[in-house]
């Protein structure tokens, strides 16, 4: 198993918690989440029962249709599992739960019981086909599990040593030098191809070929899209989820629903963005109307950008339609060659990052009333009462319109303004810029 820091937060919840709730460890499918409880359940417990719904018995499912005798459930588990369960010292796994929804629901008595401790893996969790008819328990604690950040991906490569120093430097406001940032950065675009899924990262090291790795990239996205027709017959997840490359490409202010769904609007779907979203597999950014602390407040639902969870997917999705051999994405990419027409990949490895250091995705559109000229900067978040406005560039840097309009515009409430590039870091009056792969630090 891949070294993961959520291992930690388990750990946290375990100790904390002594049995008072159970954790709901969610995200989309393939990013590790069963090999991750498998792993902390043999290490923190002296048994563990695993019970995988997907290959579990119609028999073993129908044990939490009655709550009334939770012994005879025990006995059962322990017998079907030939596992010994001890009090306080053991763990029950529900792996994929949504595929057993009472399951789920059973969590709230057997907490209440409190002899062991329950952790709960679920893909697409929070669609409410799978939990309409059940009461949600109050006594679970949830964890989203994100593809390997850089840093993991970093570990897996048996190197411990480059991602501490990027941020010691980072801390200490320091440039990288000419030569590293260089190599730093081919290390990190080697990151952006292979992604953060367990199963491609382990093909790339196993095979160093990313031919391999795209093939394995490939078959997740099918995986994906066979969910999105399991819980949308109409086929508009699907449609929406491979649009999102195209979409970018096309530097709208938004997702233009209209161009992939014929005769709809932003505001006609919010249902099906809202699944999405909860199916882990993709990002929304969402617009603020009004700039300022607390975006929550401000975000227009109709409004929006979708990434892909994932950048080693999004590159394999931008490209899906062409065989690994007729296109030259990768060597482009990992070369530093990339047209700037395709720097809509580094916007998506930027958004990736964020959330997965715990920022909500925000961005903001403004007409400059002077100019009568557009503006849209990338991404906002929040930096104590103010705003930090952040601009990606994957080439040029010297001009950076949006971000000088923003500041001049709402000045008192800015923080500082954040460009996120290729280059050495850099700081120039209230400007910072930062190489993509410090962007993990802001």
Known sequence: MFKRK????????????????????????RVGKSTLVKEFAKNEYETYIFLDFYRASPE???????????????????LTYNTSLKERKSCIVFDEVQLCPKARQAIKALVADGRYDYIETGSLISIRKNVKDILIPSEERKLHMYPMDYEE???????NVSVPILKQLYDAKKQIGQAANRKLLRDFRLYMLVGGMP????????????????????????????????????????????AIPSQLMSNASRYKVSSVLEGSRGKDIIEQIAELKDSGTVLVSYHVNNPEAGLAQNKDLSRFKLFVADTGLFVTLAFKDKSFTENDIYSKLLNGKLHANLGYIYENIVAQTLAANGHELYYHTFLN???????????LISSKNKVCPIEVKSSGYKSHSSLDAFTEKYSSRIDHGILIYTKDYMRDGTLEYIPVQMAQFI
Not at 6 to 23: F, P
Not at 60 to 65: A, Q, R, S, Y
């Open 199 to 242: 199963q491609a990262v382990e093909k790339y090291i196993i095979t160093n070929d990313l031919s391999e790795v795209d093939l394995v990239k490939r078959d997740i996205l099918t995986l994906y899209e066979d969910d999105f027709r399991k819980i949308d017959s109409s086929g508009k997840l699907s449609i929406l989820f491979d």
């Open 369 to 379: 009333e002077k100019s009568r000229h557009n503006y849209e900067i990338d991404f």
């Open 60 to 78: 073993t499912k129908e044990l939490f249709d009655d709550l009334s005798d939770l012994n005879y459930i025990f006995l059962q588990l322990q």
């Open 153 to 159: 991906f970093r570990w897996a490569l048996e190197d």
């Open 6 to 29: 959520i291992y930690n937060q388990l750990l946290h919840w375990k100790n904390s918690s002594n049995g008072k709730t159970a954790v709901l460890v969610e995200g989309p499918r």
